[in-house]
């Protein structure tokens, strides 16, 4: 039998994990979202998930995950969802975009919202690795 779900208000907080950077993987496809945290196994990353923008804004506002990665074409996604993170959120520098469409336009458009890398799915690992690096340095804890 499956325990209850709970609030994201309700989840304690990880013990012993002071050093671990927190990374949010927006992603509706739930297999996007286990490549990447098995990507992320075995280093200082530790992996939160959101099925759509909704949840990613949820996350983010309780969590304060220390960088994004986000599906530019999920629900709640794209464009508007970067322009919460980078504006209301401050996650400027921090948002890696994900998308299995190669589209200058779109590399332009998520460039110029605030998105630090545009990645193409399935992501390199130590591309992506790298690039979430990156992101974290960025974070005023880091």
């Known amino acids: 039998m499956r325990p209850p779900r709970r609030h994201l208000h309700e989840v304690a907080e990880p013990q012993g994990r002071e050093s671990q950077a927190r990374l949010l993987v927006a992603d509706d496809d739930r297999r996007v979202r286990m490549l990447v945290r098995a990507q992320m196994a075995g280093t200082e990353i530790d992996v939160l998930e959101a099925a759509d923008g909704h949840h990613a804004l949820l996350r983010v506002e309780f969590e304060a995950p220390d960088a994004v990665v986000l599906d530019w074409r999920m629900p709640g996604g794209g464009l508007p969802l970067v322009r919460a993170l980078v504006g209301t959120h401050r996650l400027g520098g921090r948002v890696i975009m994900l998308s299995s ?21 399935p992501p390199d690992r130590d591309v992506l690795l790298a690039a979430v690096r990156a992101a974290v340095a960025h974070s005023p804890v880091a």
């Open 101 to 121: 469409i190669v589209d200058p336009r779109d590399r332009l458009e998520a460039r110029r919202a605030g998105v630090a890398r545009y990645l193409v799915k």
